[in-house]
């Protein structure tokens, strides 16, 4: 009953206002929607960007199959090696975190995700899966930053998005309106006060203080500024105070998807975080490399996901990882793999529908040597914004796409 | 009048002398005396005033103060309020600075860290004791004005420890000792050093054979001196980092592995630090086994730890020449024993990227695997042409000289993965609208060159300069067995045809496995060369006018000039591991 | 305070400003125009323009200081120096630093304007020298003819690069130039259709950009005809970018970006309000200058209307208080911290340029601001009079705190400073004057209050 009339609204704010490409939904539909959907107004997305073309056949393997011993000689992952889901599929034993997470139920894999008429250029595909547009038409926004554009409420304060990390911010964000911050570690997000106590607490009073001013610019910059100020002070505190009993890893991502958690904890009102882990394009040389990235990436996923759900916010949180694209499934010379197609992607967090979803591509039947895919990665979107963002996706995506049973009813 | 005069010089003098005199008869001890068994580093200054006289008449230090940004400089309030206290103390002594610190400390200064009290220790001698007492009392009572004034309680409490005047400010204990001063910030330090001055001699640093012995080697000319029990800081605990199993970082495992595996094992450390006129020459050496190195270091040192620096090349005109005996293929390979887990990680991408680049090679067998250990490196100013169009930031060239392993079978492997190196950044250029390179073979009776160099700019007409590409023209050659890459295809000309030359001759003992030169002057050079760029980062960076940001880069030049070249070098014998830094002064004009 | 800009009677609106009993020409209107035309001025500056007339000061911002020339030489020498780093960021610097030292600061605004018009960035241009090239293009009529402004604005390499429009073939129009030269550079939103966009694009067919120069390729070029807001014909060489110009749209959406720069950032005024500035900008021949003339000294401009009705933009904020207190700085690293918040000189963030107003405004921009006044003030680099922050104000002879943060808030401020903070801020700067930092942590402080955010 709950289900059907969550689909109804969702459908109702989507179908009826999107005749045409890019219309937005009327604000009241899509705000019904919204407080219908399944995920709460408070919900956080974050999204794990693997750049270089993550292996997805040596990530989650078809041990078993002929096929891909074939096509491998050199790269395939042992029968004994990997780590078994079913009598078939297994993960790389590098990936000991998504296996955990499997075994706790908050680890889903979506197999064979990839777009019709795949492009195997990095730059090209990247811009695919951040814009969900072609080469040819406007190009200027991404998935996310179309949402974060349609979802802004004004009174918004806190950065709806943040970029974490200093490389130049994923297309993925870019939106017409709304600016999303990027930064290399939380000190960014902090008042400088030089550590003087009188001064810092003098700067408090001052920016906090006065009545509300009449002119409505600048309330406006009061209470921004007092938000951003406490906004600050939490941020502070959390970091000086974080406690957790989760070890993380010693990697980059660890590092950054721990400033996540402690974001989330400071209570921001963020809800899209975007985080980027590179070096996935292993034309050579793959095994060692390919490893060393699964360990950092699964161990830190791990972590993040064990100290949200420690810190009481395993519910609201939820991990999407991606590549840009898989790679063939022949190896190459160089004992490594080049560009290709359909790729797993993985969802993590307390709310996903653990285990595999869909099944995984034959290996009999390949697109010019290349995995084919089943399902879109903008059904992927389209689930996670309908189901857990709690916004109508199709004006986001430009057009209509079929949500699949990756997250927990 | 001058009678007078003449008899009360005399009586100062007498006085001093007398004084001098009582102290010696007082305390024959040496600082070593004073100190705990336990001290694990241990330095000293036998001579400060002069070094003083060094540092305050050196020609060098003149000119400096002759620089316009430290006149300004010296101007500024916080040098003007240090010279003021200065002089107050002057005038309550009586006494120059130079005078002050000649009489109350010029019997030397001694600095020490206890590992068991983990307390410091300064000791200074004077060589007259009424000044040194002076000197102690007339700080303490500026510090209590000064507290006064700003309404803040005396810093500082005098006390009595049998007898010897004792002053403390927080935890520091200050200790006056009839010719000896002894500062420490622990209070059973100071009380140790005091007993063992007035009790008589009983186990002190002065008895450890280890200390002993190479406090006794060091020549009395030497500037300062220090110790460090590296045995001791072993077992405190001290510096877990360094004396972990493996290295966090690839380039400072080759840069300094070897001398790791020496510090792991080697029961202590040495330092001298010499100054002259026209040299300041820095020393370290540590008692040293070849053995200590292990199968797992071979490549820092060679095998039996024989691996021998060939000659440097061109030693004149180049900027940098460096020589040096270090297996980088080996390094590589073995990287799963140094290095820990995550740069190892790093490493592997590292190697899997490389192997893409070389079109499938692997990199550390087969590209660095083809080179033998000994490797000269030489950097230096390129010439353009005149009316050749020149970059507009003006780049050294730089190249590498090695043995090929197996020349037969390497020559053409490494000139295909040369030309395809090419082939692949010419690609990668023209996605990225960088300019094309050409190849080229080349012959001369000598030697055989790969050479690579950018087609003309169609761009290069306009004014704007020519892109930093053109700094570069990558070469290979092959001269028998030698094999030379260089960046540019003059610098590989140069190399293939510098003379060879079999490790230099010398003491045979000595087995020199890295060394380095760096000529000023060719650096000051390449920096002219760039001047204009220097200048325009200079006015971005420090918000200058163009003026200002021309007399900066002038000074800088000025000071680059005055310094005539830096020699490092690293070597051992069978029982001594010496690491060297010597910078030579231009002779003033 | 007034929002009802249907209010206005566009006639009084344009008349030459006039000083009344209530309006005074004195320090706090000087210290408006000098914010507003150009990045701030400093006490010494402020004091001889309220000597005069505002009319006149008026004409000496926008006639510009004759006497640049040297600086202009200076400039262009250091930036072709610049230019061999290959390196936009540089640029950034560069530019930070004409804008700190130039003599002639509407000039640079108006250049920032049209960079923020015709955005384009190096993000994409990758080539710096176009990008420098393009700049000069901006400066050259900054406050000129805006007609030959748009013609070789649609040859400039950076731009058709920046827009994915070097290659046009008469096969496959790109639409692209097109439509940004309606939509965004000329007419705005909805005064032009579908069909008119792919018309246009058949008349930049054969604009292509060979190794980073302008050609035209007649073997690519459609030479039929074409039918461009109502009109019919061949519109060769740039006469469809003229006829663009003819639309009485036109000259209402250039006067409306600059009303909206020069006056205040919302509400949209009415185009009643605009028509007397599109007016004039068609009779002096699309001359920019007059019109700018027009406004800055106009009795709306120095009206409640407009004073503090801006968000300070990131430039307007460090060039403002470096130029007001006399001072200088690392330009590479404000060219950085004006790009972390927001304003990335040769970065705009989209085709459409920055969005300004109370878009500069967020949690962590509003951080970032603070920090960015407080390192700027903070660091060592940064000299005011060529010594600290407190050595500066004391040679301006302010005697104690109270005159200190007076004058401060007459430099800084574009509202009044409330009373209480005035009290907190006369406290900071006499706690630390001990330290001989008093000023500078007061302006640190400063930088804190909403009050700050208003240009």
């Known amino acids: 009953m709950y289900t059907t009339r969550r689909k109804f609204l969702a459908t109702l704010a989507g179908g009826s206002a999107v005749i045409s490409l890019g219309a937005r939904v009327p604000g009241f539909l899509a705000r019904a929607a919204a407080a219908e959907s399944g995920g709460g107004k408070d919900t956080i997305l974050v999204v794990v960007q693997l750049t270089g073309g993550n292996d997805g056949l040596n990530t989650v393997v078809p041990y078993n199959d002929d096929e891909y011993r074939k096509a491998r000689p050199k790269l395939a992952i042992a029968a004994d090696k990997v780590l078994k889901i079913n009598d078939t599929i297994g993960l790389h034993p590098a990936a000991r975190g998504f296996s955990d997470l499997l075994e706790a139920g908050k680890l889903a894999i979506v197999q064979g995700v990839g777009y019709p008429d795949p492009n195997r250029s990095h730059f090209e595909s990247m811009d695919v899966w951040h814009t969900c547009e072609r080469k040819g038409s406007p190009r200027s926004t991404g998935w996310l930053g179309r949402y974060l554009d349609a979802s802004r409420q004004s009174a918004d304060v806190d950065a709806p998005a943040i970029h974490v990390g200093s490389e130049k911010q994923p297309l993925a964000l870019a939106a017409e309106t709304v600016r999303v911050p990027s930064f290399g570690s939380p000190e960014s997000f902090r008042l400088q006060d030089g550590d003087n106590g009188p001064l810092r607490d003098a700067i408090r009073a001052l920016a906090n203080g006065g009545t509300a001013p009449a002119d409505p610019l600048l309330g406006y910059l009061q209470s921004s500024t007092t938000s951003a100020l406490a906004a600050s002070d939490r941020i502070a505190e959390a970091l000086r105070d974080y406690q957790t009993p989760v070890t993380y890893p010693e990697s980059a991502l660890a590092t950054r998807l721990k400033t996540v958690a402690q974001l989330i904890d400071a209570g921001l009102k963020t809800r899209i975080y975007y985080v980027e882990l590179d070096g996935f394009d292993t034309h050579s040389q793959q095994a060692a490399t390919h490893a060393a990235l699964l360990k950092q990436l699964s161990g830190a996923v791990r972590a993040f996901v064990d100290d949200v759900a420690h810190h009481g916010y395993g519910d609201r949180t939820l991990l999407m990882s991606f590549s840009e694209f898989g790679r063939r499934v022949a190896e190459n010379a160089s004992e490594g793999t080049d560009h290709g197609a359909a790729a797993p992607m993985i969802l993590a967090g307390s709310s996903v529908s653990a285990g595999l979803v869909g099944e995984h591509p034959s290996l009999d039947e390949l697109d010019n040597g290349d995995i084919k895919f089943h399902t879109d990665f903008r059904q992927v979107y389209a689930t996670l914004l309908e189901h857990w963002l709690g916004w109508s996706s199709s004006s986001v995506l430009g057009g209509e796409f079929k949500s699949i049973d990756a997250l927990k009813a | ?589 | 305070m007034p929002s009802a800009l249907d209010t206005i009677d566009p006639a009084w609106a344009w008349q030459p400003f006039e000083p009344t009993a209530e309006q005074e020409w004195n320090r706090t209107l000087a210290a408006h125009l000098f914010r507003r035309a150009s990045f701030g001025a400093t006490a010494a500056q402020i004091d001889a323009a309220v000597k005069q007339s505002p009319a006149s000061v008026v004409e000496q911002i926008v006639r510009g200081s004759a006497d640049t020339s040297d600086f202009r030489r200076q400039c262009d020498e250091l930036a072709t120096t610049l230019l061999a780093t290959g390196n936009s960021q540089q640029l950034a610097a560069w530019w930070v630093y004409v804008m700190l030292h130039t003599a002639n600061p509407l000039l640079e605004r108006m250049t920032l304007f049209w960079h923020g018009h015709f955005a384009t960035s190096a993000e994409k241009v990758t080539d710096a020298a176009s990008m420098l090239a393009q700049n000069r293009l901006l400066r050259r009529y900054a406050l000129g003819d805006f007609r030959p402004l748009v013609q070789e604005i649609s040859r400039d390499p950076a731009m058709l690069v920046y827009l994915d429009s070097a290659t046009n073939r008469k096969a496959h129009p790109n639409e692209n130039y097109a439509r940004e030269l309606m939509e965004l550079f000329c007419l705005g939103e909805g005064n032009y259709s579908e069909q008119d966009v792919q018309e246009l694009a058949r008349c930049f067919t054969g604009w292509e950009i060979k190794s980073g120069q302008f050609r035209f390729n007649r073997f690519q070029h459609d030479s039929g005809s074409k039918s461009v807001l109502g009109k019919t014909g061949a519109f060769e060489e740039g006469e469809s970018i003229d006829w663009i110009l003819t639309q009485p749209q036109t000259a209402l959406f250039i006067v409306g970006k600059l009303y909206r720069q020069f006056i205040c950032d919302e509400p949209t005024p009415p185009p009643q309000l605009l028509e007397p500035l599109a007016s004039e900008l068609r009779e002096h021949e699309w001359q920019i200058g007059p019109v700018v003339e027009r406004i800055l000294g106009s009795q709306l401009f120095f009206s409640a209307r407009a004073l503090g009705r801006k968000v300070r933009s990131p430039v307007d904020m460090a060039v403002g208080l470096l130029r007001s207190l006399d001072g200088t700085t690392d330009t590479h690293l404000l060219a950085a911290d004006l790009e972390q918040n927001g304003q990335g000189l040769f970065y705009p963030p989209n085709v459409k340029g920055w969005d300004g107003g109370r878009a500069w405004i967020n949690s962590s921009t509003i951080l970032g601001r603070a920090n960015m006044t407080a390192r700027l003030v903070g660091n060592d680099k940064t000299r005011f009079g060529d010594g600290t922050l407190d050595e500066y104000i004391a040679r301006l002879g302010t005697g104690g705190p109270e005159q200190a943060v007076d004058l401060l808030s007459n430099l800084l401020l574009a509202v009044p400073l409330p009373p209480p903070s005035r009290e907190s801020l006369i406290g900071i700067c006499r706690k630390n004057a001990n330290q001989s930092r008093g000023v500078a942590e007061a302006v640190h402080a400063l930088a804190t209050l909403p009050e700050f955010q208003l240009a």
């Not at chain 2, 970059?391 to 060239?397: D, G, M, N, S, V």
């Not at chain 2, 000309?493 to 003992?509: R, V, Y």
Request: glycine share 6%; aromatic share 6%.
């Open chain 2, 1 to 589: 009048m001058p009678n007078i005069r003449i008899s009360c010089r005399s009586l100062v003098t007498l006085a001093l002398l007398t004084s001098t005199a009582a102290v010696a008869a007082a305390d024959e001890r040496t600082a070593a005396q004073l100190l705990p068994p336990s001290t694990v580093i241990y330095a000293e200054i036998r001579q400060p005033q002069d070094l003083l006289a060094t540092v305050y008449d050196h020609p060098l230090v003149r000119r400096i103060e002759d620089l316009d940004q430290v006149r300004l400089a010296m101007e500024k309030k916080g040098y003007l309020d240090f010279k003021a206290g200065v002089a107050v103390v002057e005038s309550q002594m009586g006494l120059p600075l130079r005078k002050i610190v000649g009489q109350a400390m010029g019997g030397g200064i001694f600095f020490a860290i206890d590992a068991k009290a983990q307390g410091v220790v300064v000791l200074a001698r004077a060589t007259d004791a009424s000044t040194q007492s002076k000197l102690v009392e007339t700080l303490v009572n500026l510090a209590s004005l000064d507290a006064k004034n700003k309404g803040n309680p005396a810093p500082v409490t005098m006390g009595d420890y049998r007898g010897i005047k004792t002053y403390s400010a927080d935890k520091n204990q200050v200790a006056v000792m009839a010719g000896w001063l002894a500062a420490t910030n622990k209070d059973d330090l100071e009380k140790q050093i005091v007993d063992r001055f007035l009790d008589p001699p009983k186990e002190s640093l002065a008895e450890d054979p280890q200390f002993a012995k190479a406090h006794d080697a060091v020549s009395a000319s030497t500037t300062a001196w220090g110790y460090v029990n590296m045995a001791a800081l072993r077992d405190a605990g001290l510096a877990k980092k360094l004396f972990a199993g493996q290295s966090e970082n690839a380039v400072a495992e080759l840069l300094f592995g070897g001398i790791v595996s020496t510090l792991r094992q080697t029961p202590y450390v040495t330092v001298g630090l010499d100054v002259s006129d026209r040299q300041v020459r820095l020393s370290a050496s540590a008692p040293h086994d070849r053995e200590w190195a292990g199968e797992s270091r071979e490549y820092y040192f060679g095998p039996e730890g024989l691996g021998v620096a060939p000659s440097r090349l061109l030693e004149d005109g180049a900027i940098v020449s460096l020589s040096t005996y270090r297996d980088i293929s080996a390094m590589w390979q073995r990287a799963g024993d140094l290095l820990n887990e995550q740069s190892n990680e790093e490493l592997a991408k590292a190697d899997s990227d490389l192997t893409t680049f070389f079109g499938g090679k692997d990199f550390g067998e087969d590209i660095l695997g083809a080179l033998r250990p000994e490797v000269r490196v030489v950097v230096a100013r390129q010439a353009f042409a005149e009316g050749q169009s020149a970059p507009a930031i003006k780049l050294p060239a730089f190249g590498l000289v090695a043995d090929l392993r197996d020349p037969l079978k390497m020559q053409p492997e490494l000139r295909r993965t040369f030309q395809n190196l090419i082939g692949f950044l010419n690609v990668i250029g023209a996605m990225n609208g960088q300019p094309q390179l050409d190849l080229d073979m080349e012959k001369t009776d000598s030697a055989q060159f790969v050479t690579a160099s950018y087609l003309p700019d169609p761009k290069s007409k306009d004014q704007l300069g020519l892109k930093i590409n053109y700094n570069f023209s990558p070469s290979i050659a092959f001269a028998g067995s030698r094999f030379v890459v260089a960046s540019t295809n003059a610098m590989a000309h140069t190399l293939a045809t510098a003379i060879a030359t079999n490790p230099p001759p010398g003491d045979a003992a000595r087995v020199v496995n890295t060394d380095a030169i760096l000529h000023f002057d060719a650096l000051r050079e390449i920096l002219t060369d760039n001047r204009e760029q220097l200048v325009a980062q200079n006015i971005l960076s420090a918000g200058h006018s163009k003026e200002e940001a021309q007399r900066d880069i002038g000074a800088a030049l000025d000071l680059v000039g005055w310094f005539d070249h830096l020699l490092l070098s690293l070597d051992t014998t069978a029982c001594e591991l010496r690491v060297s830094f010597d910078v030579d002064l231009k002779r003033a004009e």
